[in-house]
């Protein structure tokens, strides 16, 4: 029965960790006049239908135009900005030199192309400017909090003779992963993109973001509490600091998505102006240092859409931040909370092993039934539970207190794989526990292995492969062909694990060593006892 629940686990990880195509995507949309006030009454424009981004009718940026970008930075982000459109085109992590495949946060839909004039870069506030015959357009970024916040404000100034009413479209964000379908690297990396919007209180999330198509496109009306995308360690959030009449996405292309937001309508009288502000926060899916900021943006990370392993996985967090301020080393922290774990499982798995053990003793007398009335199943069957009765052995309590504990695996299995802490972090001879533990590197590329050789998974093998075999000494086999699988497992499991485990992070393999080194301790005590009670 262990067997079957380890083939479980191994399904669990796989289903988990399987290759997701992402995708993501671009920005549009508009400044626009719902009505024009004048002093004899008022004239509405008629709606506008959502279109494909290649539809829309953009303002051509003239060949005259420079595009000039400028750099800025504060104490945590270095961030690229450009003249054309006064857009923020990108931002980069300092501590951890990462940059999301994230454009033109809170753009101005409609005046993407349109040349902007930096009127001002101090105190690290940057102002760029644009001026039409109606507007006189400001985008305000503020990057003095030094953190990971940065400050986002528009201010449009009707500087017309006539009163006007405006609704704003405003590109929270949009998702371009060109670059990042080009890096093979990413691999497994990919399928963990995600964008998500809370919407009226409830949140939406579309995994694999990567790659996208019209049926990504969506309106929603409602007021936009944030939107965000996310890879495996890092996250975009943009918080609307004002009421929002709907949400958007829009298709730009297989690798570009826009998350936008309307505000709702404001009347700007001649000469008067309005501000939209904003507040977005780009850093690591660090949860304890995503709270501490008070803004909400904790919500964004969810470990699994299934509410019970998110609570396992953040629990685990907790429990390893707990852990790291008395044992300052992740490596040994995971360590820690490995025996934790194990030790309030054990007797759940004591009590299957248990169970397992009575079976195993009745199998040489289920061997004579079943020799005895091989011709008649359904006597053999009645005899078969009437000895289990006798001996108060249940056929289903081996596997149920192992099933018990899959959402606990599949929790840590999140958690330590989707953990910040662990990047950079190094053990023993790790450098890195967010990577492989990667002892050597081979200047040549060997089949299965590529160029490294990591000595965790190799090590977990080894562990996997004395756990069978005492595992295999706590069973009676009286069937050749069961014998023969049971040799068989001895050798197949360690290897499917050691294959599995190869690339992954060192965190994770670390932790599932000692799993299965705790578990290879319990099956040789275990083979110790020669008869259960």
């Not at 995994?207 to 009306?221: C, G, I, T, V």
């Not at 023993?428 to 292995?449: H, Q």
Request: glycine residues 6%; contains cysteine.
């Amino acid at each position: 029965m262990e067997k079957r629940t380890i083939v479980a686990i191994i399904i669990s990880l796989l289903i988990l960790i399987g290759y997701q195509k992402v995708f993501v995507k671009p920005q549009v949309n508009v400044l626009k006049d719902m009505q024009v006030v004048e002093e004899e009454g008022v004239t509405e424009s008629p709606a506008k239908k959502i279109q494909p981004a290649e539809e829309k009718i953009a303002f051509p940026l003239s060949s005259a135009v420079k595009k000039e970008t400028r750099i800025f930075e504060n104490d945590a982000l270095v961030a690229e900005f450009s003249n054309i459109g006064g857009s923020l085109k990108s931002v980069t992590m300092k501590q951890y030199d990462e940059t999301l495949p994230v454009q033109d946060i809170f753009g101005l839909s409609g005046y993407e192309q349109q040349p902007f004039v930096l009127k001002s870069s101090s105190n690290n506030k940057i102002i760029y400017s644009y001026t039409d015959e109606s507007y006189e357009i400001k985008k305000i970024y503020d990057l003095s909090r030094q953190d990971y916040q940065i400050g986002l404000d528009v201010q449009v100034k009707n500087i017309s003779g006539m009163s006007k009413v405006k609704s704003i479209k405003i590109n929270a964000l949009t998702i371009e992963t060109t670059e990042a379908a080009k890096d093979k690297s990413l691999g497994r990396e990919r399928g963990l993109y995600e964008y998500a919007v809370d919407l009226d209180g409830a949140t939406t999330r579309k995994s694999n973001a990567f790659k996208f198509s019209l049926k990504n496109e969506e309106q929603k009306s409602g007021k936009v509490s944030w939107c965000s995308f996310r890879n495996r360690y890092f996250c975009t959030i943009v918080k609307p600091d004002f009421i929002t009449k709907d949400y958007q996405s829009v298709f730009g292309g297989e690798n570009r998505l826009s998350l936008l937001f309307e505000t709702q309508n404001a009347t700007i009288p001649a000469g008067a102006s309005t501000s939209f502000q904003a507040l977005a926060y780009i850093g690591p899916q660090n949860i304890k240092t995503m709270a501490a900021y008070g803004e909400g943006f904790e919500d964004v990370v969810a470990f699994s859409r299934f509410k019970i392993l998110d609570f396992i996985s953040k629990g685990i967090i907790k429990i390893l931040n707990f852990v790291y301020k008395i044992v300052p080393n992740w490596g040994f922290a995971i360590i820690i909370v490995s025996i934790l774990v194990y030790g309030a499982m054990y007797p759940l798995t004591l009590k299957g092993m248990m169970s397992m053990k009575k079976m195993q003793s009745l199998q040489p007398e289920i061997a004579k039934v079943r020799e005895k009335h091989k011709s008649n199943p359904q006597k053999m069957n009645q005899e078969i539970m009437e000895m289990y009765k006798k001996d108060g052995v249940n056929p289903f309590g081996g596997c149920f207190p192992f099933l018990l504990q899959m959402p606990v695996f599949i929790g840590l299995y999140q958690a330590l794989w989707r953990s910040v802490m662990f990047k950079g972090a190094g053990f023993l001879w790790i450098k890195d526990l967010s990577a492989p533990d990667r002892l050597f590197i081979f200047p040549f590329t060997l089949p299965v292995i590529g160029n490294e050789l990591n000595i965790l998974p190799l090590f977990m093998m080894v562990i996997m492969f004395f756990q069978q075999k005492f595992s295999s000494k706590n069973m009676v086999a009286t069937d050749p062909n069961q014998i023969m699988q049971q040799k068989m497992m001895a050798i197949v499991f360690p290897l499917m694990l050691g294959f599995i485990f190869y690339k992954f992070a060192s965190g994770l393999t670390l932790y599932f060593t000692m799993f299965y080194t705790f578990s290879m301790l319990s099956q040789w005590k275990m083979s110790k006892i020669k008869k259960v009670a």
